[in-house]
T-cell receptor, first 111, second 115 residues
Framework: SQKIEQNSEALNIQEGKTATLTCNYT??????LQWYRQDPGRGPVFLLLIRENEKEKRKERLKVTFDTTLKQSLFHITASQPADSATYLC??????????FGDGTTLTVKP | ETGVTQTPRHLVMGMTNKKSLKCEQHLGHNAMYWYKQSAKKPLELMFV???????ENNSVPSRFSPECPNSSHLFLHLHTLQPEDSALYLCASSQALGQGYNEQFFGPGTRLTVL
């Protein structure tokens, strides 16, 4: 069966450092991979999308990589700030548009 | 604001009650979704509608009944729920179905507690 794993349920880092979150999947061949941010009591908010034929995508302090051989995506936040503290979800999408979400990694950036 | 609203934001109901959750999107999207989010578990897709037609029902118990009267509104009717149905229910929309690159826009969710 399809499985998506996001690294450790919680990640704590110091302000200014780079946060790296991992999304691994098995028994799946996604066409797209998305990353969302979710704050407590709120719905997820879309951040970035990367296609299966793309290796890397950047947006401001965010960077996503996608390795279909390793079946892994890495999500980096550089120069992290306390305001980046949230839960980050990866979602794998087929061409038909069906999304399967990971269970998220809660990031805490300490000042 | 994402352009997707949900009401109510919080709901407490007994197992014999009947209630409805409402979702409205102001984005002109054609696809709408209901998700269940329980503590420590991934988002679970419940129902998908495309142009007001249900296209997916992920083995959801019949005590959950969706309704999509038009492409802007989505309801989830609840009856005889169980305590394990307590969760955050999220509505989302996307531009169209069948396009995996479309991001989903989520509402704030309804926090449901079943006593």
């Amino acid at each position: 069966s399809q499985k998506i794993e996001q690294n450790s349920e919680a990640l704590n880092i110091q302000e200014g450092k780079t946060a790296t979150l991992t999304c691994n999947y098995t028994n799946y061949s996604p066409a797209y991979l998305q990353w969302y941010r979710q704050d407590p009591g709120r719905g997820p908010v879309f951040l970035l999308l990367i296609r299966e034929n793309e290796k890397e995508k950047r947006k401001e302090r965010l960077k996503v990589t996608f390795d279909t051989t390793l079946k892994q995506s890495l999500f980096h936040i550089t120069a992290s700030q306390p305001a980046d503290s949230a839960t980050y979800l990866c979602a794998l999408n087929t061409n038909a548009g069906k999304s399967t979400f990971g269970d998220g990694t809660t990031l805490t950036v300490k000042p | 604001e994402t352009g997707v609203t949900q009401t109510p934001r919080h709901l407490v109901m007994g197992m014999t009650n009947k209630k409805s959750l409402k979702c409205e999107q102001h984005l002109g999207h054609n696809a709408m979704y209901w998700y269940k989010q329980s503590a420590k578990k991934p988002l679970e897709l419940m129902f998908v509608y495309s142009l007001e037609e249900r296209v997916e029902n992920n083995s959801v118990p019949s005590r959950f009944s969706p309704e999509c009267p038009n492409s802007s509104h989505l309801f989830l009717h609840l009856h005889t729920l169980q305590p394990e149905d307590s969760a955050l229910y999220l509505c989302a929309s996307s531009q169209a179905l069948g396009q995996g690159y479309n991001e989903q826009f989520f509402g704030p969710g309804t926090r449901l507690t079943v006593l």
